[in-house]
């Protein structure tokens, strides 16, 4: 079956620092992946997709990549701050793009400490 | 005001009751999902519905029912509810705005805290 992994341990870094955060897929050859940030006690807010066919996104202090030869993507904060800290989520699509239908990792805590 | 909006916001109830659990969105998408968290076991599906006449399960829905009752609600039901279903549920919209094109990104509603004793 589809499995996504994520960093299970949480991720501190200093201020400033460029936090990276993995996600790893196996069976599965998804059309898109997406990135989810999540602060305690509240829904899940979208930031990112990458398609399939793309090896990079950036928006503003974000950067997502996108391997799928490796079943890896790879997502950045650069310049990061307190305010970056909270559970990121990875999502794969898992229907062929058909559907939209989303698997989740269970997420990455990351702190950042100031 | 929340495009996606759930109801209550937080149940505490006992084992055997029968729960409902209201979700409204007004973004005017086509898809609608209910999914449940667990600490250590991320978001995981339990019913998606592509509109009012399409509902269909997903990973974990033994247990749970849901209704489509207008393109903007979505309601899911614990017809008998047990502590293991004591969980985090999210509800979430994605699709095609009315006219316009198909959106692949999920929008999420604040949650709802159910406690089952």
């Known amino acids: 079956s589809q499995k996504i992994e994520q960093n299970s341990e949480a991720l501190n870094i200093q201020e400033g620092k460029t936090a990276t955060l993995t996600c790893n897929y196996t069976n599965y050859s998804p059309a898109y992946l997406q990135w989810y940030r999540q602060d305690p006690g509240r829904g899940p807010v979208f930031l990112l997709l990458?398609?399939?066919?793309?090896k990079e996104k950036r928006k503003e202090r974000l950067k997502v990549t996108f391997d799928t030869t490796l079943k890896q993507s790879l997502f950045h904060i650069t310049a990061s701050q307190p305010a970056d800290s909270a559970t990121y989520l990875c999502a794969l699509e898992s229907d062929g793009g058909a559907t939209n239908k989303l698997i989740f990792g269970t997420g990455t805590l990351l702190a950042v400490q100031p | 005001d929340a495009d996606v909006t759930q109801t209550p916001r937080n149940r505490i109830t006992k084992t055997g009751k029968r729960i409902m659990l209201e979700c409204s969105q007004t973004?005017?998408?086509?898809?609608m999902y209910w999914y449940r968290q667990d600490p250590g076991l991320g978001l995981r599906l339990i019913y998606y519905?592509?509109?009012?006449?399409?509902?269909n399960k997903g990973e974990i829905s033994d247990g749970y029912s849901v209704s489509r009752q207008a393109q903007a609600k979505f309601s899911l039901s614990l017809e008998s509810a047990i502590p293991n279903q004591t969980a985090l549920y999210f509800c979430a919209t994605s699709g095609r705005l009315a006219g316009g094109p198909q959106t692949d990104t999920q929008y999420f509603g604040p949650g709802t805290r159910l406690t089952v004793l």
């Open positions: 973004k005017g998408h086509d898809r």
């Open positions: 990458i398609r399939e066919n793309e």
């Open positions: 519905s592509f509109d009012v006449k399409d509902i």
